[in-house]
Nanobody, 125 residues
């Protein structure tokens, strides 16, 4: 069983930045695919990104392209989501997910067997 723990959420003003962190309990190397998702109150969960290696990143959500950057540090078993120019519409619970799948990405939350509990991000003045 792989444990996934997110951190770094909080309250930030519009235009501000946050960096979310995702810690895996097992060695990540390049075998694990990392997905970031978010869910706002009353809305469906959205796929944000998938990293299948340190250089292969897919962004699914047009509204965050150019503002959010997904990354990973396999040596530390960590993944990150750097969020800049935050907007009130970015307010949501953000989830980190993982699957050992040799480099294939998916934008489906259920596809990932290992999921964190989520971290709240609130963008408000």
């Amino acid at each position: 069983q792989v444990q996934v723990v997110e951190s770094g959420g909080g309250l930030v003003q519009p235009g501000g930045s946050l960096r979310l962190s995702c810690a895996l309990s097992r060695s990540m190397l390049d075998d694990y695919v990392i997905g970031w998702f978010r869910q706002a109150p009353g809305k469906e969960r959205e796929a944000i990104s998938c990293t299948s290696s340190s250089t292969r990143i897919i962004y699914y959500l047009d509204s965050v392209k150019g503002r959010f950057t997904a990354s990973r540090d396999a040596a530390k078993n960590m993944a990150y989501l750097q969020m800049n120019s935050l907007k009130p519409d970015d307010t949501a619970v953000y989830y980190c997910t993982a699957k050992r799948n040799g480099g294939v990405c998916s934008g489906s939350f259920r596809w990932y067997p290992y999921r964190g509990q989520g971290t709240q991000v609130t963008v408000s003045s």
